[in-house]
């Protein structure tokens, strides 16, 4: 398949995947960057990464950035991965939470990282509803 992306500037890596791509799965850099939305279609921010638990293969936490000025600055959010979906028609995820409980939650700054240990996965599990089964 012919990348698009170089004949078509306005495609993204993530509108071709969400709009051609007939796979189940995705290649982690194309989730990387990839627009998060609330169900009111209000863009939140965007997935910087996620978190895979080495032993399963299962992904754990999306990790959403937002809050900063051009990418500076931003906060990142875990978020249990169980809690978005992704729409074909916004190329991008949605969450049923707003803006407001996120500002709310869990968070790190980009230059440190957390501890991803089970109280850790407890919390964050907490705070959003999600029953937490390790």
Do not use: C
């Not at 398949?1 to 509108?15: F, Q, S």
């Not at 051009?70 to 916004?90: A, V």
């Amino acid at each position: 398949m012919a990348d698009d992306t170089l004949t078509n500037p306005g495609i993204t890596r993530a509108d071709e995947t969400a709009t051609q791509s007939p796979n189940r799965l995705i290649a982690s850099n194309r989730v990387e960057g990839t627009a998060v939305y609330d169900r009111q279609g209000e863009k939140l921010g965007r997935i910087e990464n996620f978190m895979v638990d080495k032993r399963s293969g299962q992904a754990e936490y999306a990790v959403m950035s937002f809050g900063g000025f051009l990418g500076i600055g931003d906060d990142h959010y875990p978020i249990p991965w169980s809690k978005l979906t992704y729409d074909t028609d916004k190329g991008g995820y949605v969450v049923d939470l707003d803006r407001e409980k996120l500002k709310e939650g869990p968070k790190y700054r980009a230059d440190e990282e957390p501890v991803f240990d089970r109280d850790y996965d407890r919390r964050v599990y907490d705070y959003y509803g999600v029953v937490y089964t390790w």
